[in-house]
């Protein structure tokens, strides 16, 4: 079974300046998904972005990217100029490329911005 | 696109009384998700259903559960006997299936206190 593993729960940086939320995982496949979503307090869970395992490429989206290394099978999200909308809680998720496509959560990390 | 829908936003019942959550999808999403998030963890997954098959079912969702989705429209998530345990946010997500890497768009979440 995949498991998905977040070791930070709560970060904190300063606006304007860079952080790194980690996201390990495990799985047998070769082939999957990979995301991360925001929850900000009180409402609904928007996705930030996402990387699929066959794309060597890393995945960004504005201030948003990401460090995907398939083989230590790491997924990390760099923020770039944080701001304070940027707090909230953040998930990693995993999906496989067959069945259901389920999402298999990590246990999220609280980012705190400072100002 | 309005987005995904749940009512009620937060409900508060007695341990032993029914319960029952609705969820609205996004209008040409097919496919239907339900999660529970506890304090602290990420969204687990519970069921989900392709037009009104419900195709896969956790073991997290226990007898006392139950799920329908007719017509494949909107779908409700059922707690007969409620328990203290019972006590998270369930999260309802749904996505369409034109293409793989496709995601789930989730929605604000049904907030349950057991007391």
């Known amino acids: 079974a995949q498991t998905v593993t977040q070791s930070q729960p709560e970060m904190s940086v300063q606006e304007a300046e860079t952080v790194t939320l980690s996201c390990t995982y495990d799985?047998?496949?070769?082939?999957?998904?990979l995301f991360w979503y925001k929850q900000p307090p009180s409402r609904q869970m928007i996705l930030v972005i996402r990387?699929?395992?066959?794309?060597?490429q890393n995945a960004t989206e504005n201030r948003f990217s990401v460090n995907f290394q398939k083989a230590a099978k790491s997924f990390s999200l760099k923020i770039s100029d944080s701001q304070l909308g940027d707090a909230a809680m953040y998930f990693c998720a995993y999906r496989s490329t067959s069945g259901t496509y389920k999402y298999i959560f990590g246990t999220g990390t609280r980012l705190k911005v400072l100002a | 696109d309005t987005g995904v829908s749940q009512d009620p936003r937060h409900k508060i019942t007695k341990r032993g009384q029914n319960v029952t959550f609705r969820c609205d999808p996004i209008s040409e999403h097919n496919r239907l998700y339900w999660y529970r998030q506890t304090l602290g963890q990420g969204p687990e997954f519970l069921t989900y259903?392709?037009?009104?098959?419900?195709?896969?079912k956790s073991r997290l969702l226990s007898d006392r559960f139950s799920a329908e989705r007719p017509k494949g429209s909107f779908s409700t998530l059922e707690i007969q006997r409620t328990e203290q345990g019972d006590s998270a946010m369930y999260l309802c997500?749904?996505?369409?299936?034109?293409?793989?890497?496709?995601?789930?768009?989730f929605g604000p979440g049904t907030r349950l206190l057991v007391l």
């Open positions: 259903f392709q037009n009104e098959a419900q195709l896969e």
């Open positions: 997500a749904s996505r369409r299936v034109r293409e793989d890497q496709e995601t789930q768009y």
């Open positions: 990387q699929e395992a066959y794309k060597q």
């Open positions: 799985t047998s496949e070769s082939d999957y998904y």
